[in-house]
Structure formats: C-alpha cells, structure tokens
C-alpha cells in the first residue's frame, strides 16, 4: 500500500480575483511603472488583511514589497485588520497581485495616493 505525499494546498485560482484589483493596468508598463519619460514612478497598492501572524506569513511570501501600515488606509481597514502597502515595481507585478486578490481574506485591493 502506498502512501500519499503531504503537500501544502493552495486555493484554487478564480478569474473572479480581477475583480477585486482596482489598478488601471493600461496606465503601468512591463516594468510596474506609470508616467513617461524620466518621470516614471512605481504605483503603490494597499489592501487589508486580518492581523495576524499567519495571514502576514502569506503576503509576504507572495509579496517582497508588501510593508504592515498603521491606520484604515483608503480601502478602510478595521481595528482588526493590518493595513498593508505594496508596490508594482517588482518582477511579475501582475501575477503577485492576481496572487494577492486570490486570497479569500483579501477583498479589494486599491490603488494607494499618497497626499
């Protein structure tokens, strides 16, 4: 008789997770910039998530830019949620933030305008 391997499960994708992205995709290049020229900047996203430690653990394995924020943000975190950053001036900003919105515990994710 044989034995299963153990292997950690990821949740399956859905299309749905687009939904929850609010980023005009049209207005960054491959590189996860916006502007023109050399006036080019990355564009800052924020979403919450539930504040905990494992929660955490997830985001930042799908996301290295991803930094913990105090505050509601403009996606309106609540006092149990943890409000976090990130940035598409990464490596496959897109797929990290499909990643992202396919979490269950992420329910939009907003572009960030810092004032």
């Known amino acids: 008789m044989g034995f299963l391997a153990c292997k950690s499960e990821k949740p399956p994708e859905s299309p749905d997770a687009w939904r929850k992205i609010k980023l005009d995709f049209k207005q960054i290049d491959a590189d996860g910039l916006s502007g023109s020229g050399k006036n080019k900047v990355a564009q800052n996203y924020e979403f919450c998530i539930p504040a905990s430690a494992k929660h955490w653990r997830q985001v930042k394995k799908i996301d290295p830019t991803a930094q913990k924020n105090a505050g509601k943000g403009r996606v ?3 006092a149990e949620q943890w409000l976090i950053i990130g940035s598409t001036h990464q490596k496959n900003y897109q797929r990290v933030l499909f990643q992202l919105a396919n979490l269950p515990f ?4 907003e572009p960030t305008f810092w004032e």
């Open 76 to 78: 309106g975190c609540t």
């Open 106 to 109: 992420v329910k939009k994710i």
